[in-house]
């Protein structure tokens, strides 16, 4: 099946410093990704949709200066978490929809990285 | 609000049991999506229903899709220990490449 690569799994920071998430897919292509963002218990919550070779698109509320997506291939998107403070602390999961033609639909289903638990003190 | 709402919110039975899982939804959808997620990691895709379609198998899971009443049910059969983990439900809007929209999952524990 198809495989999305997150990295790190996990990381500290300390405040004010940026943090760099990368998702890969690593045996298809991706258009496009999407970053979610989860709180413990609680749903995703869509932040932005990564286009490859494009400006992402960012849903109501998320400060695109505040969370930089680049999506420079068809198999890398990274989001970037500028001057992290403490309330930035979560997990953040990307995903990545099949753009080779594999899934029998337009809206098909999301292969999903690991995620990526941060943990800005 | 989210599209999908998933419930229960938690669910536990015993080992063996089946499990029952509902999920409503609020607009017109192109298709619904359930998937699972362990504590802790990525949500991994279990079976995709279209809205033209009303009941769905793979394995142990039985899916079904009532768009008069905008819902969908997840059947997981013959429970094991392992099916342990949160179950979310998400819908697709009408058009190509839309997004999905989770609902707030349901916890599964399913006892030894």
């Known amino acids: ?121 | 609000s989210q599209q999908g709402e998933e419930d229960p919110q938690a669910l536990s039975i015993q080992e063996g049991e089946n499990a029952t899982m509902n999920c409503s939804y609020k607009t017109s959808i192109n298709n619904l999506q359930w998937y699972r997620q362990n504590s802790g990691r990525g949500l991994v895709h279990l079976i995709l229903i279209r809205s033209n379609e009303r009941e769905k198998h793979s394995g142990r899971l039985r899916v079904t899709l009532d768009t008069s009443k905008k819902s969908s049910s997840l059947l997981i059969t013959a429970s094991r220990a392992a099916d342990t983990a949160s179950y979310f439900c998400a819908t697709a809007l009408t058009g190509a490449n839309s997004k999905l929209t989770f609902g707030k999952g349901i916890t599964l524990s399913v006892r030894p």
Not at chain 1, 105 to 119: A, I, W
């Open chain 1, 1 to 121: 099946g198809a495989v999305v690569s997150q990295h790190p799994s996990r990381v500290i920071c300390k405040s004010g410093t940026s943090v760099k998430i990368e998702c890969r897919s690593l045996d298809f292509q991706a258009t496009t990704m999407f970053w979610y963002r989860q709180f413990p218990k609680q749903s995703l919550m869509l932040m932005a949709t990564s286009n490859e070779g494009s400006k992402a698109t960012y849903e109501q509320g998320v400060e695109k200066d505040k969370f930089l997506i680049n999506h420079a291939s068809l198999t890398l998107s990274t989001l970037t978490v500028t001057s992290a403070h403490p309330e930035d602390s979560s997990f953040y999961i990307c995903s990545a929809r099949d753009s080779t033609g594999r899934s029998t639909s337009n809206t098909g289903e999301l292969f999903f990285g690991e995620g990526s638990r941060l943990t800005v003190l």
